[in-house]
C-alpha cells in the first residue's frame, strides 16, 4: 500500500532562513513523488515533481531512495511562501495519487 | 472553462439528508480523483477512477459515500443520510494519465452538515 508521511503539521521561519519540510514515503512499486502548494484562497496546485529534477519558486526536492525521502527545500525563505504543502506518490504502473497530511508553513517578516 | 470544475461551490444540508457533489474534469484527463480536506487532517484520498471505472474503494469512509463516473467524464459523489463528520471540502482532481503525471483540481465543494 502506498503511505506519505510528513511529520510536521506546522512550520514557522523568518523571511531569508532556509525552510525544509520533510515528507518520507513506504511503497513497493515504482514511485513518483510531487509536492504539492496550496496558497491562501486558491486552487492545490502541483509546485515540482521528482523526475523534472527542476527547481520551482527556489523550491527543490532530491528523492532519496536509500531513505525513502523527499523532503522539499528553499535556502532563503520569502513571505509568498506562506502556504499549505502537500507531498504526494503516484505511480507509473498505476492510476492512484496519495497525498501526506500536509504541512502549513509560515513565513514571518 | 479549461479548469476542473466544481458544483456547487458550498452546500449546507441538514443531518440525515443525502447530497451530490459534481465534478466536471478536464477534457480528455483519463483519471479522476476525489478527496476530502478537513481542518487539521490533511488530504484524505476517497476514490479514484481510470476511465469510468473505481480500482480502488477502500478510501471511501463509510457505505453511505458512494460516486460513479459516466461517459469517462463527469463524476458524482453521492453522501447519503449525512452527519456532521462529513462536514469537509471536497476536492476533485483529474490527470492525463496515471500516476505520475500532473493532478489538476478543482476549486472544491465546502460542505456544511448542520
Known amino acids: 500500500a502506498q503511505r506519505v508521511t510528513q511529520p510536521e503539521k506546522l512550520l514557522s521561519v523568518f523571511k531569508g532562513a532556509p525552510v525544509e519540510l520533510k515528507c518520507n514515503y513506504s511503497?513497493?512499486?515504482?514511485?513518483?513523488l510531487f509536492w504539492y502548494v496550496q496558497y491562501s484562497r486558491q486552487r492545490l496546485q502541483l509546485l515540482l515533481r521528482h523526475i523534472s529534477r527542476e527547481s520551482i519558486k527556489g523550491f527543490t526536492a532530491d528523492l532519496n531512495k536509500g531513505e525513502t525521502s523527499f523532503h522539499l527545500k528553499k535556502p532563503f525563505a520569502q513571505e509568498e511562501d506562506s502556504a499549505m504543502y502537500y507531498c504526494?506518490?503516484?505511480?507509473?504502473?498505476?492510476?492512484?495519487?496519495?497525498f501526506g497530511a500536509g504541512t502549513t508553513v509560515t513565513v514571518r517578516a | 472553462g479549461a479548469g476542473v470544475s466544481q458544483s456547487p461551490s458550498n452546500k449546507v444540508t441538514e443531518k440525515g439528508k443525502d447530497v451530490e457533489l459534481r465534478c466536471d474534469p478536464i477534457?480528455?484527463?483519463?483519471?479522476l480523483y476525489w478527496y476530502r480536506q478537513s481542518l487539521g487532517q490533511g488530504l484524505e484520498f476517497l476514490i479514484y477512477f481510470q476511465g469510468n471505472s473505481a480500482p480502488d474503494k477502500s478510501g471511501l469512509p463509510s457505505d453511505r459515500f458512494s460516486a460513479e463516473r459516466t461517459g469517462g467524464s463527469v463524476s458524482t459523489l453521492t453522501i447519503q443520510r449525512t452527519q456532521q463528520e462529513d462536514s469537509a471540502v471536497y476536492l476533485c482532481?483529474?490527470?492525463?494519465?496515471?500516476?505520475?503525471?500532473?493532478?489538476?483540481f478543482g476549486q472544491g465543494t465546502r460542505l456544511t452538515v448542520v
Open positions: 477534457s480528455g484527463h483519463t483519471a
Open positions: 504526494a506518490l503516484g505511480d507509473s504502473n498505476d492510476y492512484k495519487l496519495s
Open positions: 511503497y513497493s512499486g515504482s514511485p513518483e
Open positions: 482532481a483529474s490527470s492525463w494519465d496515471r500516476g505520475l503525471t500532473e493532478a489538476f
